[in-house]
């Protein structure tokens, strides 16, 4: 997301030949995309279990190889162990790498290829404990 400046716009001959032409043809914002049907799900909600989450998204714009996803779980799970581990179950070719700063777990895409816009997306994630 951000502003994207530098935009010309010129209209040619089929030869080539400049007819008409405007060097500065403005800026515009480029917004994120909002992602549709995204659930997180458990395999045990009991208190204090180490349950599998199940997340599940459909990409707006897509998912470019060497993109993130963050998943903010909120208070009370314990993330504190350090380590998680994700599984590509759908909508994703290639490999992730798992990291946690606080409440968020990032799942950073290291191989593959890009993900097309409106693509479901479904990745497992064990570690996690439940509050």
Excluded: W
């Excluded at 917004?31 to 180490?50: F, I, M």
Aim: proline letters at 4%.
């Amino acid at each position: 997301s951000g502003t994207a400046s530098g935009f010309a716009l010129e209209v040619t001959t089929a030869g080539d030949t400049c007819i008409e032409q405007d060097q500065t043809a403005g800026d515009t914002l480029i917004t994120p995309g909002n992602l549709t049907v995204a659930s997180l799900s458990l395999s045990d909600a009991r208190v204090g279990a180490h349950a599998v989450s199940t997340v599940r998204f459909t990409a707006t714009n897509g998912i470019p190889v060497n993109g993130k996803m963050l998943i903010v779980y909120p208070s009370g799970f314990d993330l504190s162990g350090g380590s998680a581990s994700a599984t590509i179950v759908s909508g994703l070719v290639g490999a992730v790498s798992e990291s946690i700063s606080g409440q968020t777990l990032t799942l950073t895409r290291t191989s593959g290829t890009a993900v097309a816009a409106g693509t479901t997306v479904e990745v497992t994630v064990t570690g996690p404990v439940n509050p």
